[in-house]
């Protein structure tokens, strides 16, 4: 059986944000031109259009010095899938078709009375519905289909870690239909220093114990991410952070090009930073003109 889809609050039927349309046309003359600088001026007179200047400034008018031509990732066409690695929050954003029972009253004849019961019915909720659909997010996670779809047609190989998935494991609503993330491969990688510890089943609250081990961990890079990561505030050590400094750490330590985020300050802080990651923290629309491709 099919589940009915929970009409929009703004639309009872599937629509492309406008914002999210004009970043899509955005990538595809960036794809068509062959180079991001071809892209600049097409990308100018889009944003001019109203309504993404944010987004569409940083993809095209910044986009020669955040992607120059002499440092792009091999290009996928000479059977070099550029490595990415993906943090937690792209997870979080494709989880779009959550299976859920929706509470309606209605009126049945039971024993020759009129009585009033609950009848669960089935739906398809999408959490990211909640998001503005004028906003500079919106448009973003609208393209992780196309992203998870770079790993299925060879363009990409996605990496993880088993901290992620430690991670994933506190994140509510993730058992969207669509698989995780799309469904989009992954390969599982290992840290930068081996170790070992009881994930579950011990003492203490797993989350907590993640926690704890990572923000003993004493290598020299690491504290240095932690740093650029933000995770030092005063005397605490911020838990969100700590873990994007270990993400970091690890896509640094796996020769990743990319880290796909969703967490703009993220990215604006690394790159920004003195010793930042080699690894350069993107949104989904970077990485899709980082690759030059886009449908």
Sequence with gaps: ?????????????????????????????????????????????????????????????????????????PSYSEGMPAKVYLDTNVYKFSATQLPRLRVEMKEVSWGGRKQVLPLHVPIIVDPNERIDEASVL?????????????????????????????????????????????????????????YSRILYGGPEDPLEA??????????????????????????EVNRNQLLDAFHCWCAEYHGCKYFLSLDFKLA?????????????????SELLAALAVAD
């Design 1 to 73: 059986m099919t589940l009915p889809t929970v009409p929009s609050a703004k639309s009872a039927t599937h629509r492309i944000p406008p914002v999210t349309r004009r970043l899509r046309q955005a990538l595809a003359a960036i794809r068509d031109e062959g180079d991001l600088s071809g892209a600049v001026l097409g990308g100018k007179q889009l944003a001019k259009m109203g309504g993404l200047a944010p987004c569409l400034c940083e993809l095209t008018t910044g986009a020669r010095n955040v992607f120059p031509q002499e440092v792009r990732a």
């Design 138 to 194: 919106r448009a973003e996670v609208d393209l992780l289909p196309e992203v998870a779809g770079l790993a299925k047609r060879g363009f990409a190989s996605f990496l993880i870690s088993v901290e992620t998935q430690v991670e994933l494991s506190g994140i509510p609503d993730l058992d969207s239909q669509t698989g995780y993330f799309y469904s989009a491969p992954h390969t599982t990688v290992q840290p930068p220093v081996r």
């Design 210 to 235: 993640q926690y704890r081990f990572l923000r003993g961990l004493d290598d020299p890079r690491f504290l240095e991410l932690r740093r650029i990561c933000g995770a030092e505030q005063g005397k």
């Design 268 to 284: 604006r802080m690394t790159a920004s930073a003195r010793n930042r990651p080699n690894c350069r923290v993107v949104r989904p």
